[in-house]
């Protein structure tokens, strides 16, 4: 049972323009929705998370767009560069579950070409 | 230099074998996990333990063993009753934050059988 969905499965992005990435969710228990990267060969790291008691999050040229009502978060990354090719995870978390149990989507492959 | 440290980087193991992933952490952090990574599926949760010598099953514990005897280790053995062991295995720690800690990952180890 996929939980977080997460789409498109691969995304080929020039230098400079935006990527987006969207993942909808099932259950409405979850209150943490963070994005990881991942580059070849290496393990994940937390790129950017946000909360739904906000609508968006920007650090740098990554936000979190947050839609609580229809259960979808999307990933924008702007001015976007070759070395943002990566796999991009979102992923899920309930509030009463202790540290970091998470659930995740599919992945996204993004290329960005210069 | 803290971190998760993951051994061996890649395995190989024959049919019918027991093998065991190292997965070693020395950021002091109570609660361990073990995902596996397949093509187009994301991350999912085998095992996860929050307190030394106690563990629990994750979506798809079938097949694996872990331990936890120490708060710095946490051992997966990928037994001979899993019917599709090669993947990606990824180890990650966190504190305990209720829902929203971070989750630190391993540069992981690719099984593969043979």
């Known amino acids: 049972q996929q939980q977080v969905k997460q789409s498109p499965q691969s995304l080929i992005v020039q230098k400079g323009g935006i990527s987006i990435i969207n993942c909808a969710y099932e259950?409405?228990?979850?209150?943490?929705f963070p994005w990881y990267q991942q580059f070849p060969g290496k393990g994940p790291a937390l790129l950017i998370a946000?909360?739904?008691?906000?609508s968006e999050k920007k650090e740098g040229r990554f936000t979190i767009s947050f839609n609580k009502s229809a259960k979808q978060f999307s990933l924008h990354i702007m001015d976007s560069q070759p070395g943002d090719s990566a796999t991009y995870f979102c992923a899920a978390s309930r509030p009463e579950t202790s540290g970091s149990r998470l659930t995740f989507g599919e992945g996204t492959q993004l290329t960005v070409n210069p | 230099d803290g971190g998760i440290t993951q051994s061996p980087k890649y395995l190989f193991r024959k049919e019918g074998q027991n093998v065991t992933l190292s997965c070693e952490q020395n950021l002091n952090h109570d609660a361990m996990y073990w995902y596996r990574q397949d093509p187009g599926q994301g991350l999912r949760l085998i095992y996860y333990?929050?307190?030394?010598?106690?563990?629990q099953k994750g979506d798809i514990a079938e097949g694996y063993s872990v331990s936890r005897e120490k708060k710095e280790s946490f051992p997966l053995t990928v037994t001979s009753a899993q019917k599709n062991p090669t993947a990606f295995y990824l180890c990650?720690?966190?504190?305990?934050?209720?829902?929203?800690?971070?989750?630190?990952f391993g540069q992981g180890t690719r099984l593969t059988v043979v």
């Open positions: 333990s929050q307190i030394v010598n106690d563990f």
């Open positions: 259950n409405t228990a979850f209150d943490y």
């Open positions: 990650a720690s966190s504190i305990l934050a209720a829902g929203n800690a971070e989750a630190f």
């Open positions: 946000i909360r739904p008691d906000v």
